[in-house]
Every structure is written in C-alpha cells, then in structure tokens.
T-cell receptor, first 115, second 114 residues
C-alpha cells in the first residue's frame, strides 16, 4: 500500500486568489490523480498526472484553472487558480503504485472554503 | 465507458444487523470494481476490490462483496453492523488493464442505530 499526505489539510481563501495543494507519497508511484468532492457529492476526477508529461484533464476542467505539476515519482501539486466560492470543495489526490496494481490509494484531502 | 449506480443515498441499520449496500455498474469491457469507505473529515480507504478470479471478495473490517456479472452488481455486505461502521461508502468501477480512470458512485451514508 501507499501512505499519502496532503498539505494544507484545510484553508479558507479569498475570492480571486490561488491555492497550491501538495501531495506526497511515501513510495514511487506511476500514476497520480486529483479529484474534487463538492459538498455532499461524490468524487469527480480533475486530471491524471504522470511524471515527465503534461497532465491529462477531464472534461470540464482546464489547465489554466487547475495547473498541475508532477516533478518526480512521489510528489504532485494542484493549484486552484482565481478562486470563486464555487471552488469550495474537498480536493483529494490519489496514487497507483508502480509495478502493477489497480488500486488507487487516497490522501486525506484538502478542505477548501472560498469566501 | 463505465458508470456506477448506488441505490440508496442513506441506509440505516441497527447495531448487529446485516449491512447491505447496493451497487450496479455498467462497463463496455470486464470491469475492476472497488468499494471505498470515507469516515467523517477523512480521505477514502479501500475496503475491497474485484479484478479477476474469485467473485466473492473479502475486505477489511468484516466486509465482503460479490461480483455478479449476470446482474452487473457488486453489492457490499457485512453480517453484523458495528457502530464504527457508520461512514459513507463509495462503489467505484474502472476498465480492466492497468491504470484506468476510476468512476465513483454517488455514495451511500450508512447510519448504525444502537
């Protein structure tokens, strides 16, 4: 399995600002994913982040709004840019282990409130 | 393409009673199926998964699920509910063959009544 940590765990931000969320995995992973969980709803995949290549975004999500970095096999960041109250959500990163395995392991999430 | 339907956004059971959370999926190819649990203010934890082989899979905390291809179902069960089982449960599906996009159901909140 993999242990995943996220920073910050929660934040309150002002409209129009940006927040960068960090995701650290305790082992090398092939795939990392970023999800959004809006209040009372299920998880929606924002993008898939592979090391050494551009992130792949799902329909409805764009790089200008959610830029992602993946500098190595254990770390990724998601930035929520030019925030509005509609961006208030839980943002979760997950990872699939290198060397096979279909399971995604999740971080604890970052709880974001935009005022 | 794949999708997941979880029947019942809220389920209440008495402590000690059977837990049954329903999940039906749609997939164009043989699926991988997962159940995750989310406790309040926490991330998701994998309960169990089905990829290939035995259709009855056992997970952590006494949960199990059975893959029924003919019914396109993957219901989660536990013989005896415990207060600590109160959480939200998500069924998820991905296409087989390595790392694929995972699609989550809308979740079922389980309440356990003492």
């Amino acid at each position: 399995s993999a242990v995943i940590s996220q920073k910050p765990s929660r934040d309150i931000c002002q409209r129009g600002t940006s927040l960068t969320i960090q995701c650290q995995v305790d082992s090398q992973v092939t795939m990392m994913f970023w999800y959004r969980q809006q209040p009372g709803q299920s998880l929606t995949l924002i993008a898939t982040a592979n090391q050494g290549s551009e992130a792949t975004y799902e329909s409805g999500f764009v790089i200008d709004k959610f830029p992602i970095s993946r500098p190595n096999l254990t770390f990724s960041t998601l930035t929520v840019s030019n925030m509005s109250p509609e961006d208030s959500s839980i943002y979760l990163c997950s990872a699939g282990l290198a060397g096979g395995g279909e399971t995604q392991y999740f971080g604890p999430g970052t709880r974001l409130l935009v005022l | 393409a794949q999708s997941v339907t979880q029947l019942g956004s809220h389920v209440s059971v008495s402590e000690g009673a059977l837990v049954l959370l329903r999940c039906n999926y749609s997939s164009s190819v043989p699926p991988y199926l997962f159940w995750y649990v989310q406790y309040p203010n926490q991330g998701l934890q994998l309960l169990l998964k089905y990829t290939t082989g035995a259709t009855l899979v056992k997970g952590i905390n006494g949960f199990e699920a059975e893959f029924k291809k003919s019914e396109t179902s993957f219901h989660l069960t536990k013989p005896s509910a415990h207060m600590s089982d109160a959480a939200e449960y998500f069924c998820a599906v991905s296409l087989s063959g390595g790392y694929q996009k995972v699609t989550f159901g809308t979740g079922t909140k389980l309440q356990v009544i003492p």
